[in-house]
């Protein structure tokens, strides 16, 4: 169940601060409080899902694909070209920890093929 007051929700509503980098209509893009990388950016839609596998089976299509444009748009706005990584955690197993879907853009020049 979405819970709307969690930090995110909080966040896109605007009663709680952020340091944002891209918005638009369908996504929020914002610094992580803390980063595990050199560049560390979560970018959140704006609709009320609680993580990707319920985001993919129950966002309308023009929110998913606005969504990923505004995943894109950051990547760009941060200049990291094709030197990025993409994570979304679901689920507390694999370490999520605010149930609003986000993904964690990250970059740095140490990033090894450890996947």
């Known amino acids: 169940m979405y819970d709307n007051n969690n930090i995110f929700a909080k ?10 980098i891209y918005e638009d209509d369908f996504a929020l893009a914002f610094d992580n409080i803390a ?10 839609p704006k609709g009320e899902y609680t993580d990707i596998y319920d985001f993919t089976a129950n966002a309308p299509a023009d929110l998913q694909i606005g969504f990923w444009g505004a995943v894109r748009k950051t990547v760009d706005t941060l200049g990291l070209g094709n030197n990025f990584r993409i994570v979304a955690n679901t689920g507390p197993g694999a370490g999520q920890s605010v149930f609003h879907f986000h993904v964690h853009v990250m970059s740095d020049e140490k990033f090894k093929s450890d996947f």
């Open 11 to 20: 966040i896109i509503r605007g009663d709680a601060p952020s340091r944002k």
């Open 35 to 44: 980063p595990r990388a050199k560049t560390h950016v979560l970018v959140v």
